[in-house]
């Protein structure tokens, strides 16, 4: 009888251990090239990753491999913590290919082929440059921010909602809707009332508009309360309403009625695939679906 219940515990022992092995499969590779803290403990070389895993570069950078095929690559002193379809920077610099990184209440995609490098800035601020591909930015509300082509950074820092909606752009009409693409964000908006004038490089201040739905190709809806020329050329009608639609083909959370915050707080243009530079404070944007601000320029953009 005793046999018999050993025999039985063994068994389930064994069950057990099975059910956590499946439990427990790791989800990629990480290459350090010098010390890395997985959980809290050291390691170099090779190392298996788990879902939900913490890890710590120190003097050394690290490259992980996940099973999905997408690549994280860690700057030295940098903490992540790593899941299956994204990643959470805490501190320091991550690059990312065909994969999502969230920082600072911001959330980056980097596509297929695409890839971003997401640094940890002082103040809340979070630079994001596109280095191969187009790279799109969310808010924590799921709404596109930002849009980047590579060789374009943006600093964007979270913000409390409230703030004004700045964008400045070309107005283009699409049936009797107005549209407008922010110069620096790429991000199209769906324009309500006011005077907005086509064919001219304005700068539009208005709002947010709550559980609106916009037009296709636009991510969010604005209730116009200033207009201001600010010259400038404008391109052709077509081309500006391709870029548009362009702008916001990949736009997610359009309608949700939350006002995102995020600040753009500088902008530079870098060449793809070389070490990305911050401009230094040239202008002040600041949005509440979109804030962004481009050198040389003051405004903000919600």
Known sequence: MRLFNLTTITVCAFSSLGLLSGATSGIGVALSEGNLLIDSSSTAGNATIFNGSTLETQTASSQIHLSGGAQLRLASDSRVRVFSDHVDLQKGSASITGYSANASGLSVRADGKASANISMRDQGVVEVAALTGDVHVFNAAGLNVANLVPGRALDLRSQGAGAPSNLTGCAVKSGSNTLLTDETSNVTAQLKGGNVSTGRRIQVTGSLVPNATPLSGASQVISVANVKEVGGTCRTDAATASAATAGAATAGGAGTGIVPAVVVVAVV??????????????????????????????????
């Open 269 to 302: 243009a870098v060449a793809a695939g070389v070490s990305v530079g911050i401009a230094a404070g040239v202008g002040a944007f600041n949005s509440n679906t979109n804030n962004a601000l481009s050198s040389g320029r003051n405004g903000a953009f919600n």
